[in-house]
């Protein structure tokens, strides 16, 4: 057993070698320090789910929008929708490669960009996303190229990182200039700065795209997982912009330079663990490396996720969040959706298969994609053939006759405050 002698001159020994401890310390811990926890827990019950919940009481009012597509322009799917002003811009993202403008009719404006041979046009769209600034940012993911537009939806500024970094979502950071970029555990990033031995999911990137700081690290033997990635993982809310993903419980608030766990969603059951990478990945590390892509050898991943919930969807309003939640069971996912209500005493959380109006618009809801900040409306979108099957009989809202089964209709909900 050691024993410390306190003559002065190994008093001063001592402070130094706590002083050295304690920067080891520090700075084998500075993952974890990057990261502040100021989170609030959601409690959403996930054992018992209805199949319908009636919201008729909490919901204000209800419309449909028809987007009209000009002819060779039309969107076959929309994987992200932002409101712009009194407009609407949508991407697809997988299929056409294209983001598409409407107004708030739902009648086509203009192609803002699209995947083709010329010098303006893309190489690889597969992002999109309205900031504070009332700016559509268009991300090409082949170039490292970023197309801003104005709300005139006139191109005001292109740029193109000097390093060909890859990510899956980009999104402006609220009060800077700057941009926050998500790759998942795709180490390549890592390779161009020289870094394979800190790889990351989150990183900040300056005005001209170079990387100002790295968030979320991890260990590289991680790098190159199979894991689903979501349509989109940024949501502006206010001064900062929220950052969610696939299998991990905390929703984070990025603000300038700093980040925190801002919600830890708890479900009743099938909760993701804290570490997701040791706990889950680590013992099947081969598995989630040399996984096919088709469908059939990704479906054989739910093997290793049987029982666990996940955020897929995060809106967020002053009084209400919506959540829409996605468990891995059976080989195949199911889908939840959770309205938190916030209010004095607390929040009020609501949770089921789907949600629906029943007395005077007469519809289940699709999916909310959206919020409309500026009209305060939350916004789902779906084809024409799915809103045959949401409507209700004697609905007021369309005629089932009046719709067109490949066109895209957006449902704009607007609650009632308390």
């Known amino acids: ?165 890859n990510y899956n979502h980009v999104a402006s950071l609220p009060g800077t200039d700057n941009f926050a970029a998500y790759s998942s555990y795709y180490g390549y990033n890592a390779h161009v700065q020289q870094e394979e031995n800190k790889p990351s999911s989150l990183d900040i990137l300056d005005s001209d795209l170079s990387l100002l700081k790295k968030h979320l690290t991890y260990p590289p033997k991680f790098n190159d997982i199979t894991l689903i990635t979501l349509p989109k993982c940024f949501y502006p809310f206010k001064d900062s912009l929220r950052f969610f993903r696939a299998f991990d419980p905390y929703i984070y608030s990025l603000n300038k330079d700093k980040i925190e766990r801002r919600y830890k969603i708890l479900y009743a059951e099938g909760n993701l663990p804290t570490d997701f990478l040791g706990e889950v990945i680590a013992p099947h590390l081969h598995a989630f490396k040399n996984i096919g892509r088709d469908l059939s050898s990704f479906q054989a991943l739910y093997l290793f996720f049987n029982g666990y919930t996940c955020p897929e969807n995060w809106l967020e309003a002053d009084d209400i969040i919506y959540l829409t939640s996605i468990a891995f069971t059976e080989k195949k996912t199911n889908q939840i959706n959770s309205i938190i209500v916030k209010n004095n005493k607390g929040s009020e959380v609501l949770t089921a298969k789907v949600f629906a109006e029943t007395k005077r618009f007469k519809l289940a809801f699709p999916i909310f994609n959206s919020y409309d900040k500026k009209k305060d409306e939350f916004i789902a979108y779906c084809t024409g053939s799915r809103l045959k099957k949401y409507l209700y009989k004697n609905s007021s809202l369309i005629k089932p006759t009046d719709i067109v089964d490949d066109s895209f209709y957006l449902i704009k909900v607007k609650f009632k405050h308390k």
């Open 1 to 165: 057993m050691p024993y410390f002698y306190y003559t002065p001159y190994k008093r001063v020994c001592l402070c130094f070698s706590l002083l050295l401890i304690l920067c080891l310390f520090s700075c084998s811990n500075s993952q974890d320090s990057e990261v502040t926890d100021k989170y609030s827990e959601l409690h959403i019950n996930n054992k018992i789910v209805k199949d319908t919940i009636d919201l008729s009481k909490m919901i204000d009012s209800v419309s449909v929008v028809k987007l009209t597509d000009a002819p060779h322009k039309s969107l076959a799917r929309i994987d992200q929708l932002y409101t712009l002003g009194d407009n609407y811009i949508a991407i697809d993202a997988v299929h056409t490669k294209r983001v598409n403008a409407y107004d708030g009719n739902g009648n086509y404006i203009k192609t803002l960009m699209e995947d083709g041979p010329s010098k303006t046009d893309a190489l690889n769209i597969t992002d999109c996303y309205v900031n504070e600034k009332n700016q559509v940012i268009v991300y090409d993911y082949a170039q490292m190229k970023i197309s801003i537009f104005n709300m005139d939806l006139i191109n005001i500024k292109n740029i193109k990182g000097a390093l060909l970094f």
